[in-house]
Every structure is written in structure tokens, then in C-alpha cells.
């Protein structure tokens, strides 16, 4: 038979601290995203729950767009926090954008927690078919 012995201590400090390993080292440290590329745009989705709307920002600056947002403490004077795992403070996100995006017509929306950026793609690299020529075949007599 084996014996494991469970100190609380313990088990709580490994608790805070892969908590804070996951967060240090995890891409977008709090604000997780999802990137999709459609035929005329790109899509990229940040999740961030509990966010006030007006603490939002999105800027681009010489193709990095970046993307800002604060989620605030909110414990009364009469609360005592005894579990604390979601994130507090500011957060960013940076992400390069292809010189085939058009960064002047980036499209937000937020709604249910959700951020979601629709950059166009460029008319020059969007997918196109191309046509191929055909003809008669000449013959080369020798």
C-alpha cells in the first residue's frame, strides 16, 4: 500500500504557482486568441471576459496592431479575497500584420466578451484564378 501525505501548504503553493507559470508564459497572458483567414479578410478573435467596453483600445502603429484592455479589481472594504485566479490589471496583445492586410480598414466589434477585428485583405493578394491560353498546336518540320 502507498502513503502520500497532503499538506494543504503545500498543495496551495503548487496551486499559485502553475497558475502564474500559465500565465507568464502563455501566448497573450490573459487575453487568448483566434486567428482566421478567409478569402477576402482576416479574422482574429480575443477573448476577454469582464471587460468594460471603454477599456478597450486598438491601435496600429507601423503593422503591429495592438490590442489594450484593463479589467479592474472588484473587491468591497467589507470582502477578504480567499481564491484568486483570474487575471487582474492591463493587458496587451501585439500581433504583426502582412503587408497584404489593409491596416486602414480594421473593423471591431465587441459583444459577449468577445473582440472581434476584421482586417481586409488587399485586392493584389487575394486568391484569383488564372486563365490559361491554349491554341492550335504547330507542327516543326525538320
Do not use: C, W
Not at 487575453?31 to 482574429?44: A, I, S
Not at 472588484?74 to 500584420?97: C, H, K, N, S, W
Not at 473593423?107 to 473582440?115: K, M, T
Amino acid at each position: 500500500m502507498l502513503l502520500t501525505s497532503i499538506d494543504p501548504f503545500v498543495q496551495e503553493l503548487e496551486r499559485q504557482f502553475n497558475r502564474l507559470t500559465q500565465q507568464a508564459f502563455a501566448p497573450g497572458s490573459g487575453m487568448p486568441m483566434d486567428g482566421l483567414r478567409r478569402d477576402d479578410d482576416v479574422v482574429l478573435r480575443f477573448d476577454l471576459p469582464g471587460i468594460e467596453p471603454g477599456s478597450i483600445e486598438v491601435t496600429v502603429d507601423r503593422g503591429v496592431l495592438s490590442v489594450s484592455a484593463r479589467r479592474e479589481e472588484e473587491i468591497g472594504e467589507d470582502e477578504r479575497v480567499f481564491v484568486r485566479e483570474r487575471p487582474m490589471g492591463a493587458f496587451t496583445r501585439r500581433v504583426y500584420l502582412s503587408e497584404h492586410l489593409d491596416s486602414e480598414r480594421i473593423d471591431a466589434h465587441y459583444d459577449n466578451g468577445v473582440l472581434t477585428l476584421r482586417i481586409p485583405v488587399l485586392e493584389r493578394a487575394r486568391p484569383r484564378k488564372v486563365e490559361i491560353q491554349h491554341g492550335d498546336v504547330k507542327a516543326i518540320h525538320a
